[in-house]
């Protein structure tokens, strides 16, 4: 299957600032590269997503780029607010709507 | 629109006890998957339905894990004998064809 690494493991910014998280994929036939915000004590709840035939995808603070040559694709959160702070997890799919998780970032915003 | 839910939201068992979850999807999602998540880790596949139909069970202990999705829509995750490395939660998801999936907040299983 499928192998998602990401990083960092744990990251801490200050209010208003940004925040990138990069995953890396083995299989290039992975088309599919959603994102995911936990919270505690919460389920992962999908925040952007992007195919492979886009570049970059934008919805508000939160962007998501993809290099397809080099399989990685990274999301950054600007103006970071305290409550960004949250695990975030990236995902892979391939086909038939399987999804590989990477290992998640941990995202403390301090205010 | 409602939500994935699930229940229990906890469950305490002692090692050797049986336990089941339940899931009921989103209306219309044809998909459903049971993900196992260790504390500290991403979710990591158990088991996909489509429909009624298991899509991929590769990475499900079935010689204690049993899981089920009755008319395509509600489905069981049963655990029989439990061990004590299966603590973890429990997050059901659903979706569309060819879209992410959305996550229940799942059941935390406790087995002392």
């Known amino acids: 299957g499928e192998n998602v690494e990401q990083h960092p493991s744990t990251l801490s910014v200050q209010e208003g600032d940004s925040a990138v998280i990069k995953c890396t994929y083995s299989?290039?036939?992975?088309?599919?590269f959603p994102w995911y915000k936990q919270e505690l004590g919460k389920g992962p709840q999908l925040i952007i997503d992007?195919?492979?035939?886009?570049g970059e995808k934008k919805d508000q603070r939160i962007a998501v780029t993809l290099n397809k040559t080099a399989k990685h694709f990274s999301l950054h959160i600007t103006e970071t607010q305290p409550e960004d702070s949250a695990v975030y997890f990236c995902a892979a799919s391939i086909s038939r709507n399987q999804f590989y998780f990477g290992t998640g970032t941990s995202l403390t915003v301090i205010p | 629109e409602a939500g994935v839910a699930q229940s229990p939201r906890y469950k305490i068992i002692e090692k050797r006890q049986s336990v089941a979850f339940w899931c009921n999807p989103i209306s219309g999602h044809a998909t459903l998957y049971w993900y196992q998540q260790i504390l500290g880790q991403g979710p990591k596949l158990l088991i996909q339905?489509?429909?009624?139909?298991?899509?991929?069970d590769s990475q499900l202990p079935k010689d204690r894990f049993s899981a089920e999705r009755l008319k395509g829509v509600d489905s069981t995750l049963k655990i029989q004998p439990a061990k004590l490395e299966d603590s973890a939660v429990y997050l059901c998801?659903?979706?569309?064809?060819?879209?992410?999936?959305?996550f229940g907040a799942g059941t935390r299983l406790s087995v002392l």
């Open positions: 992007i195919r492979s035939n886009v």
């Open positions: 339905f489509q429909n009624n139909g298991v899509v991929d």
């Open positions: 299989d290039s036939a992975s088309n599919y």
């Open positions: 998801a659903s979706s569309l064809i060819g879209r992410a999936p959305y």
